[in-house]
C-alpha cells in the first residue's frame, strides 16, 4: 500500500508564499508522474502543475510564471512552490503521483488567500 502525506498549506494575504510537500510512503518501485490539483468550492478538481519522470513540467495558465513544481526521487517528494498567491488560488490542494498502472491521491492540504 502507497500512502502519500501533504504539507505546508495555510492562510497567507494576497502576494505572498507557501510551499507544498508530497511524500510517497509505502511498497514503492518506481513513481512516474507527479502532480498537484486544486479543488474549490463548488468546482471540478484541477490540475494546477505536473511533473515528468524525466523531470518535465507543465502547468495551468493561470499559475505559469508564478507556481514552480519539483520533485525529489530520492525522498519520493514532489514541492510546489507558489509565489505571488491571489485570492483566487484559495482551494484544497491534492498532490497525485502515478506508481505503475496506479493513480495515488494525497488527503489534501488546505491554501487560502485572503487579507
Known amino acids: 500500500q502507497v500512502q502519500l502525506a501533504e504539507s505546508g498549506g495555510g492562510l497567507v494575504q494576497p502576494g505572498g508564499s507557501l510551499r507544498l510537500s508530497c511524500a510517497a510512503s509505502g511498497r514503492i518501485f518506481r513513481i512516474y508522474a507527479m502532480g498537484w490539483y486544486r479543488q474549490a468550492p463548488g468546482n471540478q478538481r484541477e490540475l494546477v502543475a505536473g511533473?515528468?519522470?524525466?523531470?518535465?513540467?507543465n502547468y495551468a495558465d493561470a499559475v505559469k510564471g508564478r507556481f514552480a513544481i519539483s520533485r525529489e526521487n530520492a525522498k519520493n517528494t514532489v514541492y510546489l512552490q507558489m509565489n505571488n498567491l491571489k485570492p483566487e488560488d484559495t482551494a484544497v490542494y491534492y498532490c497525485?503521483?502515478?506508481?505503475?498502472?496506479?493513480?495515488?491521491w494525497g488527503q489534501g492540504t488546505q491554501v487560502s488567500v485572503s487579507s
Open positions: 511533473i515528468s519522470s524525466s523531470g518535465s513540467t
Open positions: 497525485n503521483m502515478r506508481l505503475a498502472s496506479t493513480d495515488y
